[in-house]
Nanobody
Framework: QVQLVESGGGLVQPGGSLRLSCTAS????????MGWYRQARGKERELVAT???????YYVDSVKGRFSVSRDSAKNTIYLQMNSLKPEDTAVYYC????????????WGQGTQVIVSS
């Protein structure tokens, strides 16, 4: 099992930046893939970005060039740096861990709210 604790959400103006953090309860070297999802009100949860044990990253087209996912193995933590934020980025952001990826078994954080508004 993996427990995930997120932090870093909040209210930011359009064009601003936020950094989300997700700390896992075990070493990242035992988790094949971690990532970030988001769910806006009234919409389905969508994949935003992922990072593998080997450091490979993936981004959904809508955030490419603006968001960056990274990891600090010493802290068992991954980050989502979000720049040039837009109102449509407003959502609850969830951290996800799939230790046996591509196995479907997944663990989720509690979510952190991001609101982009003037």
């Amino acid at each position: 099992q993996v427990q995930l604790v997120e932090s870093g959400g909040g209210l930011v103006q359009p064009g601003g930046s936020l950094r989300l953090s997700c700390t896992a309860s075990r070493t990242l070297f035992s988790i094949n893939r971690m990532g970030w999802y988001r769910q806006a009100r009234g919409k389905e949860r969508e994949l935003v970005a992922t990072i593998t044990n080997g450091g490979s990253t993936y981004y959904v087209d809508s955030v490419k060039g603006r968001f960056s996912v990274s990891r600090d193995s010493a802290k068992n933590t991954i980050y989502l740096q979000m720049n040039s934020l837009k109102p449509e980025d407003t959502a609850v952001y969830y951290c996800n861990a799939r230790p046996g990826f591509p196995s479907s078994v997944a663990y989720w954080g509690q979510g952190t709210q991001v609101i982009v508004s003037s």
